[in-house]
């Protein structure tokens, strides 16, 4: 298995693909968030909301630099 290559040495296509898994990935886990918080019948630990919310964050943040790349190529 090959190193992954830095996101600058990626080709357009490369990104946009790469774009498209990870706004998925971000809906995704939007919507798994939503649904265990409001309809989970258990109780859930305190800081649930902000584990989802701190993966959102770092993904936001892989999408706005895969933005910036494919908007430079």
Known sequence: MQPAKPWQELSKKEL??????Q???YEEIEEEMDFVLINSACHLPGNTRAKYEQQLAV???RIDRLRELLNKK
């Open 59 to 61: 993904i936001q943040q």
């Open 16 to 21: 946009e693909k790469l774009y498209l898994e």
């Open 23 to 25: 706004t998925e990935l």
